[in-house]
């Protein structure tokens, strides 16, 4: 960035020729930008059209003076705050010097004017200035920065959204595929076994416990095929809602894993669209996965109701308790996916962990935000 003082312009109002030129020539050694205005109306002209760094004001001159022309500078929203210095004759008595600065001025100069002394207080108004303009510059290219990166994350998010959709779908009908093709076929096998084992002779046993065997298999089969195409994309969810879903999930957790689960479920089962049951659900899923892995417990409290306008499903466990660090580590997919999934909704996760005594989420969807 450019930072020098050739940035800013000076701006001197007088009515007198030879003072005008005599002040740019001074300043001009602290900055090449003045420009000269012979009256108040040439002045106020001049502020509409640029900032200035400060603006050096005869008091007194014809038409509108030098009070009434501050007093008109400090109305302009562009111009309020331009440093005003009065130039004024040696005369001036105390109450024209009070009149000054309450039009506006920062500083009165009594003619004739010694030339340190102007040059070292306009190098500090013309320092300021671009020590401001080159803040303002920094401000607006953090904004923009800030506003690259907000469309980048709603962009990333939009992306996390529709990945999430893709791959519901895409369970969703590798599910059917298994449980409708691969159940079908297997049910045909067991069908045909079954004939085959209706015309064995009744002295092949060797042969019928074969049969036997294999009429275990195929059931085992048919049991592991319907639970992976459950756990791809559940039944229940689609046909009975999320509140069934969930009673089911948390019976099969509790038939996997052995730990105990009580459920507060709602009688009337809120009516949610398919994403928000989607989501809630998933959530859930990795929600009693992480209990498995990592908590060592041996009870979870499962509730859901709806407060205020928004689903809330809470899930506490008796185990060892997350950890803080462990809660907002960028390292934590899980806990991030679980994030993702509410954005698009509005909705929220609380953690909160207790070391030895368990760890406590609570999801919040809301159900009229889309």
């Known amino acids: 960035m450019d930072t020098s003082l050739s940035q800013a312009s000076i701006l001197i109002v007088d009515d007198d020729s030879k003072s005008l ?47 009434e022309t501050a007093r008109l500078i400090r109305e302009r929203e562009r ?25 506006g001025a920062v500083d009165y100069i009594v003619k004739p004017l010694v030339p340190e002394i102007l ?15 080159v803040l303002i510059r920094e401000i607006a290219e953090r904004k923009q920065v800030e506003e690259h990166l907000r469309k980048s994350e709603e962009n990333l998010r939009a992306l996390a959204a529709h990945l999430h959709s893709v791959r519901e779908e895409e369970w969703t ?54 639970e992976i195409a459950s756990r791809l994309r559940p039944e229940v969810l689609d046909q009975l809602g999320l509140t069934a879903a969930i009673g089911w ?32 659900f998933r959530i859930f899923q990795e929600l009693l996965t992480n209990v498995a892995r990592h908590a060592n417990a041996t009870r979870i409290d499962v509730a859901m109701q709806v407060e205020s306008g ?19 580590d960028p390292k934590s997919l899980g806990l991030l996916g679980m994030r993702e999934r509410v954005v698009p909704f509005g909705g929220a996760i609380e953690i909160a962990g207790v070391r030895d005594k368990g760890t406590k989420v609570r999801v919040s969807i809301p159900l009229g935000l889309k």
């Open 249 to 280: 999930h948390a019976g099969d957790f509790r038939k996997r894993t052995g730990i105990r689960c009580k459920l507060s479920l709602p009688s009337d089962a809120p009516v949610l669209d398919h994403e928000r049951s989607t989501a809630a």
């Open 310 to 328: 928004a689903l809330v499903l809470t899930v506490e466990d008796n185990g060892k308790g997350i950890a803080e660090s462990a809660i907002y």
């Open 79 to 103: 111009s309020r705050h331009t440093p005003i210095i009065f130039l004024t004759g040696a005369y001036e008595d105390v109450h024209s010097v009070f009149r000054g600065y309450e039009a």
């Open 119 to 133: 040059k070292s207080k306009i190098s500090v108004f013309v320092e300021l200035y671009n020590k401001k303009a």
């Open 173 to 226: 009908r590798i599910a059917r595929e298994i449980h409708d093709e691969l159940g079908q076929s297997l049910t045909g096998l067991k069908m045909d076994l079954t004939w085959v084992a209706n015309r064995l002779p009744a002295d092949q046993r060797v042969l019928a416990e074969k049969m036997k065997s294999m009429f275990g298999l195929i059931d085992g089969t048919i049991q592991s095929v319907r």
């Open 21 to 67: 030129l005599a002040l740019q020539e001074l300043l001009q050694s602290v900055t090449q930008k003045v420009v000269l205005a012979r009256s108040g109306e040439e002045a106020l002209r001049c502020v509409l059209k640029q900032d200035f760094a400060v603006i050096l004001l005869d008091a007194r001159m014809p038409g509108v003076d030098g009070f």
